[in-house]
């Protein structure tokens, strides 16, 4: 008699005698684990593939097209931001502002995409940019490769969710992210869609016990999604200067609710 | 008598000194360093620790720290619960002017460290005091340190020959997001008091009497929570801003021979200038801690990242704040993570004793910052004997370490602080003075 | 085949509890109830630890058709009295939990395999003859082991492992649909420089894939295992179409066949993604396939028509890598020696296939003998380093 194999809990040895359950908690996050992984690894080519076309822009002088592309280029980056930032040295390449150099913008360090997001806008030039171009596709090549080859700590992942919402708490709420290009609401979405994917893939697991926090979160994050949807556009978001007071508030409070909420998922899993 | 800057009072009992216990451990600070296993010492005089908690019920406006020493005061000296680090341009453009204003410096340090009455004058003229301690000044526990930054040496060519060996501009350290306008110096002063208007009025005094010498750059105010002790007398490392412990390792500042060893520039080997005999380097670090985002962070996740137990400040693998790692025991950082921040800024190695350092921190809260959170953290002060070796090395071993997530250093500066003036008629710097009239410089 | 010593007990993991969860190479455990029924007249019950349980299998059945025994580590010893090669599968559902082929004509070969309670089904021969009843009884021997790791270990792994899977094997779909395209737009030249390469996803995942008996039975199968071997109506997959194209080197039929390759290998995809990622998914596989690779069909000459065993092995390899490397930080901290172990065994191995690669075996149908050999004892010492890996590393079922 045959048993459909979805019966079969293994392929291999699994013992269990005196019927004690086996871990099914921990077992359940393989899944959200191996999903999210997917999700990070179709968004990293994708960023791959934009960062390719937005360097070329650069280098080929064309500072309307590069301009176009600089803000949905970055989409990717900040949404894989909790993988993204394990490797600190690309991260610091790749993203740092002008604020973590001595020099600031004229300092030769700062590279990557805020070096170039100066050189277009405030600027208005793509004059130099050419080595800080091939320096940025070069990091994200690495990147890409990088990630390819890491196996992702469960912890890591869950605690990416309220990270990307401290992220956002930290500079796009305060319009300091993309400082010369004023373009802090495309990060600011791609963190929140970031954040809002790790939680969606490990809610099923917290639902049953955690009701009511559930409900909350899931609240939080509508009103977030609402109020920045408010400012959407038919190629991106409007920029950061037209994010009025009021709404401002609102997503700040809302943020910093869900990156104390969400500060407690992993405890909530088990995960240290 | 070297280390004569314990603290006296006049009219306050002496705290007696068995209901304090001698803390020789483990602790950490924000970007400092930790000791090695250290010889315990004896108590002598009252054997407070540099990091102790203040105690709250002994502070007294009435209680003097001495000026004249071998060394400045305040570095050794017990920490009382208000600090402040001014760093200022100075003008001074030959040696005479220079050594004018050390002695100037010096009139104002002594008479609000030691106390007095500030004259009084005619109505019409604006007043000698600024009044807000009242009419008379009690000294209230204040030192005040004087030391020179790599600018003021750099910029004189009277001084250059005569810069001590480490001393050296502030470089960026990879986590560093280092604002000009709080960093370096031509010199700073550190002042510590039980409250703060006792620094604050001490500072304008300096002001308005040397205001053609000093312009301020930046400054900084701190303090630190006063704690009771323990009902047996124990006194525990105060707490920063992170919640933790801070100070736990810190070397003994009344072993004097740990100090002669650690902290202060002289003995039979040193290769400093004389006139730098019985300073030391001091290294201010401006480092703003991103709180909100900590105290979202779990306790398990805090103490791994810091390598101790929160409340308690024990190490992991210990039970007392005290007490001493075993990392030989843990060489795969299973216990104590490998990249944990003790862990890092003191590996207890037998290499790693002589990259110790001596830590006087205090915690600090300004304002808010443009995204809506608190602009709060730690004014880091270090003190050693070799610059490179001692904060250099360990902010260095800390580079990439987890709390960098937390933390971000973003002004502050390298100084060498003058030695003590021996006694009354001696001033801060004089043989520095001295030797930038002599002329041309000689190595002495 | 994988041996399993349950007395090595490693003092790195401490065991708060009796549940214990470990691979033997070839084991595969299905969580039971611990039900247990004996059923009478066909039954051979074996109670002794230690003792072989002996079946054969005859060109029609095996003999006997019902066994029972209890449950933990069993040895059967397999004689094939038929008169062609066989395989000896235990199944439950179509889940192999472990098996042994290419068994040759008159020969036996033994089986070591670790059980749980429940009951199974095994294979007798001709994919066509009926499979015989293997019941495990709750025993206490089974009772006394130690767990080595934890769940959360293996999170991250499996996790990895399955993102893994699901990206070879739609790449195996892309690929066999391009041969497909080409076999039907009766391009010989194409399909035939595409063949070798569109196998290499499926092999890198072959040592979790072949376990899914029923779509291995058409996706990959030998022809020796059918009545009529190459003219089997029965016979499909891969194979099929390697004959049909450099062999007969004619595309007659293969239409059909090809679609059908994309078809199943769709049904893979859906049954990878369905299927639950378990620590002993990697603990065992990657010992276990090895041990069939060095024992069972590396001995054998397989021609490959194509020239495509040694790509064939390549990919192999890499995929057994894929799970060494994703083990590794898992093993290391329990068990160093093993790591390296398994390290110098797998390089060795990689770099006997790159000699091969470069030789003259790379340019013809089979692999020369004497290559062959050595090529077994790398894979054999390779699988016998991979086979500590249950003991080493097997995990509590309970998850502490």
């Given at each position: 008699m045959k048993r459909h194999f979805m019966a079969a809990t293994a392929l291999a040895a699994l013992l269990c005698?005196?019927?004690?359950?086996?871990?099914?908690?921990?077992?359940?996050?393989?899944?959200?684990?191996?999903?999210?992984?997917?999700?990070?690894?179709?968004?990293?080519?994708?960023?791959?593939?934009?960062?390719?076309?937005?360097?070329?822009?650069?280098?080929?002088?064309?500072?309307?097209?590069?301009?176009?592309?600089?803000?949905?280029?970055?989409?990717?980056?900040?949404?894989?931001?909790?993988?993204a930032e394990l490797f600190s040295d690309l991260d610091h390449t790749i993203d740092a502002r002008a604020d973590d150099f001595e020099k600031k913008e004229q300092d030769p360090k700062f590279s990557g995409f805020h070096r170039i997001e100066h050189g277009l806008w405030s600027e208005n030039s793509t004059k130099g940019l050419e080595a800080y171009a091939d320096q940025l596709l070069a990091d994200v090549k690495d990147l890409n490769h990088r990630i390819e080859n890491l196996t992702f700590p469960p912890e890591t992942v869950v605690g990416g969710a309220a990270a990307l919402m401290e992220e956002v708490a930290a500079t796009k709420i305060s319009g300091e992210e993309d400082r010369y290009s004023h373009t802090d609401l495309w990060d600011f979405k791609a963190n929140f869609d970031g954040s809002k994917k790790i939680y969606d893939l490990v809610k099923p697991l917290i639902e049953k016990d955690n009701a009511d926090f559930v409900k909350k979160v899931d609240g939080d994050f509508k009103v977030v999604d609402e109020t920045l949807a408010k400012y959407k556009t038919a190629d991106g978001y409007e920029l950061y200067d037209k994010l009025s007071e009021a709404d401002r508030k609102v997503l700040a409070a809302k943020v910093n609710a869900l990156a104390t909420e969400l500060s407690t998922l992993r405890g909530k899993l088990g995960l240290n | 008598m070297a280390h004569d800057h314990k603290t006296e009072t006049s009219a306050v009992d002496s705290v007696d000194a068995s209901r304090r216990t001698l803390l020789l451990g483990l602790g950490v600070a924000a970007g400092g360093a930790l000791a090695s296993s250290l010889p315990v010492k004896a108590e002598t005089g009252d054997g407070k620790q540099v990091t102790d908690a203040p105690e709250s019920h002994i502070a007294d406006v009435k209680q003097r720290v001495p000026f004249y020493g071998v060394h400045q005061a305040g570095i050794v000296t017990p920490r009382p619960a208000n600090g402040m680090i001014v760093s200022f341009d100075v003008i001074a453009e030959t040696p005479a002017d220079f050594d004018l204003m050390l002695r100037k410096l010096t009139e104002r340090i002594v008479f609000l460290t030691q106390g007095g009455i500030p004259p009084v004058l005619d109505r019409k003229l604006p007043p000698s005091d600024s009044g807000i301690l009242g009419p008379e000044i009690l000294p209230d526990n204040l030192t005040i340190t004087v030391g020179l930054g790599n600018s003021m040496f750099e910029t004189r060519p009277w001084l250059n020959p005569l810069k001590p060996r480490c001393l050296q501009r502030m470089t960026q350290f990879k986590n560093d997001a280092l604002d000009a306008e709080l960093c370096h110096g031509d010199l700073s002063l550190q002042f510590c008091a039980n409250t703060a208007d006792t620094n604050i009025h001490a500072l304008r005094d300096i002001l308005k009497n040397l205001p053609e010498y000093l312009v301020p750059r930046w400054k900084q105010e701190g303090n630190v929570p006063t704690v009771l002790p323990e009902p047996d007398g124990t006194v525990h490392s105060a707490r920063n801003f992170l919640g933790f412990r801070d100070g736990s390792a810190n070397p003994h500042s009344g072993d004097d021979a740990l100090m002669d060893e650690i902290v202060w520039i002289g003995g039979k080997d040193h290769d400093e200038h004389e006139w730098a005999v019985g300073g030391t380097y001091q290294a201010v670090r401006i480092i703003r801690n991103f709180v909100e985002r900590w105290d979202r962070t779990p306790l398990g996740e805090q103490e791994r990242i810091i390598g101790r137990r929160k409340m308690s400040g024990a190490p992991m693998d210990a039970a007392k704040e005290s007490d001493t790692p075993d990392y030989a025991k843990d060489p795969d950082g299973k216990v104590t993570r490998l990249d944990a921040h003790i862990?890092?800024?003191?590996?207890?190695?037998?290499?790693?004793?002589?990259?110790?350092?001596?830590?006087?921190?205090?915690?600090?809260?300004?304002?808010?910052?443009?995204?809506?959170?608190?602009?709060?953290?730690?004014?880091?002060?270090?003190?050693?004997?070799?610059?490179?070796?001692?904060?250099?090395?360990?902010?260095?071993?800390?580079d990439g370490e987890p709390l960098e997530e937390y933390i971000k250093p973003i002004g502050g500066g390298y100084f060498f602080v003058l030695p003590g003036a021996r006694e009354a008629g001696d001033y801060l710097g004089r043989k520095l003075a001295e030797a930038a009239a002599a002329g041309p410089p000689t190595r002495s | 085949m994988s041996e399993f010593d349950p007395g090595k007990k490693k003092s790195s993991v401490p065991s708060s509890s009796l549940m214990y969860l470990g691979v033997a190479g070839a084991a595969a455990l299905v969580l039971a109830g611990g039900v247990a029924f004996y059923i009478a007249t066909l039954n051979t019950r074996h109670e002794k630890t230690g003792t072989a349980v002996a079946v054969a299998v005859t060109s029609k059945a095996c003999e006997p058709n019902s066994i029972s025994v209890p449950a933990g580590e069993r040895t059967f010893e397999i004689a094939n009295k038929s008169e062609r090669p066989v395989e000896w599968e235990i199944l439950d559902g179509v889940m192999v939990i472990a098996e042994r082929e290419n068994i040759a004509p008159s020969f036996k070969q033994t089986l070591k395999v670790r059980l749980a309670p429940g009951t199974y089904e095994v294979t007798c021969g001709l994919l066509s003859n009926p499979r015989g009843t293997l019941h495990v009884t709750p025993s206490e021997e089974a009772n006394a082991q130690t767990p080595r790791a934890t769940m959360r270990n293996f999170l991250g792994p499996l996790s990895e492992y399955k993102f893994y899977l699901g990206r070879q094997s739609i790449a195996a779909v892309r690929a066999a649909q391009d041969l497909a395209d080409a076999i039907k737009a009766g391009d010989l030249a194409k399909a035939q420089s595409l063949y070798v390469a569109a196998r290499q996803p499926y092999k890198r995942i072959d040592p979790v894939v072949h376990r899914f008996s029923d779509l291995q039975n058409t996706i990959d199968p030998v022809a020796d295992y059918f009545e009529k071997r190459e003219n089997d109506p029965a016979f499909l997959g891969y194979h099929r179409i390697e004959r049909g194209l450099f062999v007969t080197k004619n595309l007659d039929g293969l239409g059909p066949v090809a679609d059908r390759l994309v078809a199943d290998l769709k049904m893979l995809d859906e049954r990878l993604k369905a299927m639950k990622m378990t620590p002993d998914v990697l603990i065992g596989s990657a010992g276990n396939f090895t041990s069939q690779l060095s024992h069972d069909r590396l001995p054998i000459q397989n021609d490959s028509y194509a020239n495509g065993a040694i790509s064939d092995l390549e990919a192999n390899l890499d995929g057994i890598g894929k799970i060494v490397g994703l083990l590794r930080p898992v093993v290391q901290p329990v068990n160093p020696d093993l790591a390296q172990k398994i390290d110098a065994t797998f390089s060795a191995t990689k770099d006997e296939i790159a000699k091969q690669k470069s030789g003259a075996a790379a340019a013809s149908p089979s692999i020369d003998p004497n290559q062959r050999k050595e090529l077994v004892t790398a894979l054999t010492n390779l699988a016998d380093a991979l086979n500590e890996l249950p003991s080493a590393i097997g995990i509590n079922s309970n998850g502490t």
């Open positions: 005698y005196t019927g004690a359950a086996y871990a099914e908690e921990d077992s359940k996050l393989v899944e959200p684990l191996a999903a999210y992984k997917s999700f990070i690894a179709d968004h990293t080519e994708k960023l791959l593939d934009n960062t390719s076309k937005f360097t070329e822009a650069v280098k080929a002088g064309d500072i309307a097209k590069a301009k176009a592309l600089y803000a949905p280029t970055r989409m990717d980056y900040e949404t894989i931001e909790p993988i | 862990r890092l800024a003191n590996p207890r190695t037998a290499e790693t004793r002589k990259n110790l350092i001596l830590r006087r921190p205090f915690n600090y809260s300004n304002g808010v910052t443009k995204n809506g959170q608190l602009d709060q953290g730690l004014l880091f002060i270090a003190y050693q004997s070799d610059l490179e070796k001692g904060f250099i090395a360990v902010q260095t071993r800390l | -």
